[in-house]
């Protein structure tokens, strides 16, 4: 019988179900314990003390290294490349310790970042939470210790410890050779419970030279915590000016970089915007100019130096003909006010309006800038100015049925919005009631695509009012509603200086909708088929008279109060005497 061989176990892969994944850099600082400790310690010197802070985070090896007492001259070689140089040392703080308060910004009661609350004389950081909680005044902490009657220890407490600051107290003052603290200075409140505590237990053994001892080394210890926060104060506002000065070299450099790159492409200096945040802040940044940076930022540098120019090539067009805009602006007026067709008078557009018209413009550039315009010139071009203003009439009507047909709209939606409301409700009788009632239709409705006449048709509807955005709200002129021909004369008359735009028009439906069918009824008209133009025709025909009949009245509800005939007003306009203006 032959030998049976054993089946080989096939080993399967380690599961990886449930396990983090790791990067690829994860663990490879630890290979910088590989090499000698004198070389590590060497590459560290190199460092400032924050990169070795967070190097000692890396791994708990590289903490232990990094912390331990034989790694102080590491510490105290990265503070040496610290420019400015930093003050040295207290012998109350170790080199981890002075280098975690001054370069890390969390708070050392919660953890929380950007905490700039930082005293050097406590030896703490704090956010503003914390601070709040933690640093009290002198005066409060005595009375939570039960020391306000006792006057020998308010004497002497306030100066057994420094008072609290922060890192923007900022003093030009001497160092300090003696104290004078009071009861209003703010105290950290673990060390001032902790020192006063200490005092007591001191003065309750009753030994006179043990505690003048005591008390002359706390003065002596915070003198010296109070000249170390003023020295590192002092650093922290020489390094700040430093670091100033940099950015503000930096900004020059980068401002010099684009100045040539940008005269490459034919932009001189002088063709940069006088005031212009957007075109700045790209060019002031404390950051070099790199490549990079350059093809991002080149587009829109050269997008608004060609708007500049523009408005400038305008400016000066503007200012070279400011006085052939004055005369012209003289004939406009005076050719305003010839007799016309009332309704073509007011459909005439404002100067600013009438000015970018062609023949206003051939006009304008006609002749030298110092040779006067005469008003047999701008007679000559009146028949076209008349032609022409039925391009910016046709241009205003299309805006305003936009406008009121966005109007409509939104009325529409409105109604069925609420409609879809009343629905999901289950009907109370008086709704019952009111649906079995026949509704009149409303006038007006969205109308998509409008030719010429039924745009005109739109808005020649007695219910279709606009009112001018431009003005200031308490401008009754400009807040009442108008019609379309209203608007265009008050934008004439009103805003002449200034083009008129779609955005300065508003609709104004407000409830003419639904009154204005009773006021046309007391004169005599037919809300559907009464027009702006008829309107404006009955009103400049005479003088409006009016007069009381009594009528029956459909009471929408039932009251005893109210009458089954209710008195209804009546007018109409009698014409105006021979030679009367009217």
């Given amino acids: 019988m032959g030998r049976v061989r054993k089946k080989r176990r096939q080993e399967l892969p380690p599961s990886t179900k449930g396990k983090k994944r790791v990067g690829r850099n994860v663990g490879k600082l630890m290979k910088m314990l590989d090499v000698p400790m004198d070389v590590f310690f060497e590459i560290a010197s190199y460092l400032e003390p924050v990169d070795i802070l967070q190097l000692a985070r890396a791994s708990r090896d590289l903490r232990s290294t990094l912390m331990s007492r034989s790694s102080r001259h590491v510490w105290v070689a990265a503070r040496g490349n610290v420019d400015p140089p930093l003050p040295d040392c207290p012998d109350f703080l170790s080199e981890p310790e002075y280098a975690y308060l001054v370069f890390e910004r969390f708070c050392e009661e919660c953890g929380a970042g950007r905490a700039m609350n930082v005293d050097y004389a406590l030896r703490v950081r704090l956010c503003r939470t914390c601070w709040k909680e933690n640093v009290k005044r002198g005066h409060q902490l005595a009375k939570e210790m039960d020391l306000k009657k006792d006057k020998e220890a308010l004497r002497v407490i306030y100066n057994l410890l420094p008072k609290a600051t922060c890192e923007w107290f900022e003093s030009e003052d001497p160092r300090l050779e003696e104290l004078n603290q009071i009861s209003r200075d703010l105290f950290y409140e673990p060390e001032f419970i902790d020192t006063v505590e200490a005092y007591l237990d001191v003065r309750d053994r009753g030994d006179d030279d043990e505690l003048e001892k005591f008390i002359q080394e706390c003065v002596d210890f915070t003198l010296d915590r109070l000249n170390f926060h003023r020295d590192v104060i002092e650093w922290y506002r020489e390094a700040r000016a430093e670091k100033k000065a940099a950015g503000v070299d930096a900004k020059g450099e980068r401002e010099d970089a684009i100045e040539r790159k940008l005269s490459e492409l034919g932009w001189k200096r002088a063709d940069w915007p006088y005031i212009s945040r957007r075109f700045y802040n790209m060019v002031h940044q404390p950051r070099p100019l790199t490549d990079r940076i350059w093809n991002t930022i080149r587009p829109k540098l050269v997008a608004l130096l060609e708007e500049e120019k523009r408005d400038r090539e305008i400016e000066k067009f ?265």
């Fill in 318 to 582: 503007n200012l070279k003909w400011r006085i052939r805009r004055q005369q012209l602006s003289g004939h406009y007026r005076t050719f305003l006010r010839k007799t016309r067709d009332p309704v073509q008078q007011q459909m005439l557009p404002g100067f600013q309006d009438a000015l970018e018209l062609p023949c206003m413009q051939a006009l304008l550039t006609s002749k030298d800038p110092d040779q006067e315009v005469t008003l047999g010139d701008f007679s000559a071009i009146e028949p076209a100015i008349q032609a022409e203003a039925e391009v910016y009439r046709d241009e205003v009507y299309s805006n305003l049925v936009s406008i009121w047909q966005e109007h409509l709209d939104e009325c529409e939606q409105q109604r069925t919005a609420v409609s879809s409301q009343e629905e999901a409700e289950p009907p109370r009788a008086s709704q019952k009631m009111q649906k079995r009632k026949k509704k009149a239709d409303p006038i007006g409705g969205s109308i998509p695509a409008l030719d010429p006449a039924a745009r005109l048709a739109l808005l020649d509807e007695p219910t279709t009012f606009f009112t001018c955005t431009l003005g200031m709200w308490w401008r009754y002129d400009c807040s009442k509603p108008m019609s379309y021909i209203g608007i265009m004369e008050h934008w004439r008359t009103q805003h002449g200086d200034t083009r008129c735009s779609r955005g300065a028009l508003g609709s104004d439906g407000g409830c003419y909708t639904t009154h204005l069918p009773y006021l046309l009824g007391t004169l005599g008209l037919e809300a559907k088929t009464t027009t702006h133009a008829e309107l404006h025709q009955l009103i400049t025909s005479g003088r409006p008279s009016g007069h009381i009949s009594q009528a029956r009245w459909s009471a929408p509800y039932e009251r005893t109060s109210v009458k089954e005939t209710a008195k209804a007003h009546r007018i109409t306009f009698e014409p105006f005497d021979e030679g009367a203006s009217s």
